[in-house]
T-cell receptor, first 112, second 113 residues
Framework: DGGITQSPKYLFRKEGQNVTLSCEQN?????MYWYRQDPGQGLRLIYY???????QKGDIAEGYSVSREKKESFPLTVTSAQKNPTAFYLC???????????FGQGTRLTVV | AQSVTQLGSHVSVSEGALVLLRCNYS??????LFWYVQYPNQGLQLLLK??????LVKGINGFEAEFKKSETSFHLTKPSAHMSDAAEYFC???????????FGTGTRLQVFP
């Protein structure tokens, strides 16, 4: 079955540690996105990539980093510079910018 | 730049009642509009979308939305709410010239028996 897989579903980390969230898609989509979701704030765009080896900052990129070495994969690293990393993280992909995005099931990151 | 405003962060209805979730957009060019649904601790699922053509769009689970250019609105409706409709709903906008979807802040729908 085609889709987007995020792993792990739940992640706990100590403050000050970097952590990498995985996002893999087998939909042959060119574009991939990372969103952060906090209660009452909707989805905020962290980073996005329209093509392999290229990516752009979204609205809240500070404290995060990404790579796009393969079309299928778009991992997100939450660095120690991110002041409030506890949140629900969603990965998405689509074929063109004006088509609907398909979402993964999300990763809930808790920093203690 | 595009933006989306969802009026009402929480909406409560009785089972069998009409569901109306409001979405207004801002765009300098003809927009593409989407409604997504999210169940707890899950990703988002597309309910319906408007790109061009017929302004009344039908989606899954009995939902529909109407694009009204004069009102810059894309409200989501369902004639009769079901308990399983309880979820969070997001409106989103993009255009042919943009490279990302812009989401509203979401509306949580509660359905009471």
């Amino acid at each position: 079955d085609g889709g987007i897989t995020q792993s792990p579903k739940y992640l706990f980390r100590k403050e000050g540690q970097n952590v990498t969230l995985s996002c893999e898609q087998n939909l042959n989509h060119d574009a991939m996105y990372w969103y952060r979701q906090d209660p009452g704030q909707g989805l905020r765009l962290i980073y996005y990539s329209q093509i392999v080896n290229d990516f752009q900052k979204g609205d809240i990129a500070e404290g995060y980093s990404v790579s796009r070495e393969k079309k299928e994969s778009f991992p997100l690293t939450v660095t120690s510079a991110q002041k409030n990393p506890t949140a629900f993280y969603l990965c998405a992909s689509n074929t063109h910018q004006n088509t609907e995005a398909f979402f993964g099931q999300g990763t809930r990151l808790t920093v203690v | 730049a595009q933006s989306v405003t969802q009026l009402g962060s929480h909406v409560s209805v009785s089972e069998g009642a009409l569901v109306l979730l409001r979405c207004n957009y801002s765009s300098s060019v003809p927009p593409y509009l989407f409604w997504y649904v999210q169940y707890p601790n899950q990703g988002l699922q597309l309910l319906l979308k408007y790109t061009t053509g017929a302004t009344l769009v039908k989606g899954i689970n009995g939902f529909e939305a109407e694009f009204k250019k004069s009102e810059t609105s894309f409200h989501l409706t369902k004639p009769s709410a079901h308990m399983s409709d309880a979820a969070e709903y997001f409106c989103a906008v993009s255009t042919p010239n943009t490279d990302k979807l812009i989401f509203g802040t979401g509306t949580r729908l509660q359905v009471f028996p």
